[in-house]
């Protein structure tokens, strides 16, 4: 078989590694992929959101597979596409992709099905929306409707905060269209646990828990960031709630989408909060988190090739999808003043020596060849990986394969994985 991947990121590096395990897959292509992933798969200098150059690639080259890492081509409706041009994908078609792409969206199904969530109202005018947050309790939470690369929630603890944050979204239009609506909700407390899952239409099947750390400094603090890095499994994520989560959140929402003809094929990522009322929705994305994919797919003892077309061909039913008895823990290593300005270019060192080493996975995320050298590329330059038989000794292990990388400014969390919840 030969597969296309879209997208460059940690996320996409992970799905590679773990498709290359499968007999099956002969050759992987990446679209546009970046300079680790180039040593795994060919890359092609084609960017994510280019539907139509994608598919001429895709129908060139023959291709058999193609996977959809990332939300921004899914929400565009890349899967549609692909197959009106008889072009098997993984992922979800735009109709369905729209969990991720609207908020607002997202939050009426919830209601509609009774799916345990935040209480919410939908504003789409300034006016109306600050007469809310006027007569409303603090702290709340404001959500930009649209994708806004993850930084569209802001939370608000007061009158002022809130109705700045809201002229930001709105009026000045900070993230675009995206703020055309916005859902302002009830803030919830309790701790957060990411569960992804596949999906074929009609079967959600679990995979392991994972918790990432947003924060860009230990103890989380400073500024949100696409992640700093992920643990598996959630300490908190007991068997009594998985039960619940299934029977409450999961199946209720891929046969909520079913019935309103908007059939689930792909990764529906359930971001969770663990509330004293019991697991609510936080937000739902259409499509594999990153980094929890780098410490997710270590831990599959099965072939992610069979998953992805079981998912496409209906056939979720017949695997019986199996897990290895042990933990991952991936640290990030980011630019210097991510996720503000930051410096590219800098050599990368200590690779060579990581890659011996048994039990770490090095991801790239944001690299690029110099002369011949990994340099820094991004914001997230690698995720390291560590695996080991419980939490402790993934932490270690991924702590260990950081010791021996080293570029100028580099800057990554020392906590990963031992907040207590
Ligand atoms: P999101 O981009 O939707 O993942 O939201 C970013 C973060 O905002 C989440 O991981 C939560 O920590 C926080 N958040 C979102 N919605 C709520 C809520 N209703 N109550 C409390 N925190 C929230
Ligand atoms: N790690 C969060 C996300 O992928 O959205």
Same mark, same amino acid.
């Given at each position: 078989m030969k597969v296309l991947v879209v997208g460059g990121g940690g996320r996409e590096h992970a799905i590679i590694l773990k498709l290359k395990e499968s007999p099956r897959v002969d050759k992987i292509y990446c679209a546009p992929g970046n300079a680790g992933i180039s040593e795994d798969a060919e890359c092609v200098n084609i960017k994510a959101t280019d539907i139509d150059a994608l598919m001429k690639f895709a129908k060139d080259e023959k291709i058999?597979?193609?996977v959809v890492g990332m939300d921004d081509p899914l929400v565009m409706g890349i899967v549609d596409k692909f197959e009106e041009n008889g072009l098997k994908i993984f992922g979800p078609r735009k109709n369905a #992709?729209? /969990?991720e792409g609207s908020k607002a969206f997202s939050k009426e199904l919830m209601k509609k099905y009774n799916i345990p969530t935040a209480s919410y109202e939908t504003f789409d005018n300034y006016n109306d929306a600050y007469l809310y947050i006027k007569e409303s309790k603090f702290p709340i939470v404001i959500k930009a409707d649209g994708? #806004?690369?993850? $930084?569209?929630v802001? /939370?608000?603890g007061s009158l002022e905060d809130a109705e700045k944050g809201l002229k930001q979204i709105m009026v000045d239009k900070k993230f675009g269209e995206s703020g055309d609506k916005v859902v302002i909700e009830e803030f919830l407390t309790g701790p957060e646990v990411s569960v992804l899952s596949f999906c074929d239409g009609t079967t959600v099947v679990p995979m392991v828990s994972a918790q990432d750390h947003k924060r860009a400094f230990d103890g989380d603090r400073g500024l949100n960031t696409g992640g700093m890095g992920t643990f598996s499994p959630s300490r908190i994520y007991t068997k009594e709630i998985s039960d619940i989560c299934m029977e409450k959140i999961f199946k209720p929402t891929v046969s909520a989408l079913k019935k309103e003809g908007r059939e689930f094929k792909g990764i529906i990522y359930f971001g969770l909060m663990i509330t004293k009322d019991g697991p609510k929705v936080i937000e739902y994305n259409a499509r594999f988190g990153d980094p929890e994919t780098q410490v997710i797919l270590p831990r599959l003892d099965f072939d992610l090739f069979d998953i992805f077309e079981a998912c496409v061909d209906g056939k979720l039913d017949k695997l019986d999808i199996k897990w290895k008895d042990n933990a991952a823990a991936c640290v990030i290593l980011a630019s210097g003043g991510y996720p503000e300005s930051y410096e $590219?270019?800098?050599t990368i060192n200590g690779l060579d020596k990581c890659a011996?080493?048994?039990n770490i996975y090095?991801?790239?995320a944001g690299t690029a060849f110099k002369d011949c050298k990994f340099v820094t590329n991004g914001g997230r330059v690698l995720g390291v990986t560590g695996v080991?038989?419980?939490l402790d000794e993934a932490i270690k292990m991924a702590y260990k394969g950081v010791e021996f990388i080293n570029f100028k400014n580099a800057h990554f969390r020392r906590d990963i994985g031992i907040k207590k919840v």
């Open positions: 058999d597979f193609t #992709a729209i /969990i994708l #806004a690369l993850g $930084k569209g802001l /939370i608000c $590219k270019g800098f011996k080493m048994d090095i991801y790239h080991g038989k419980n």
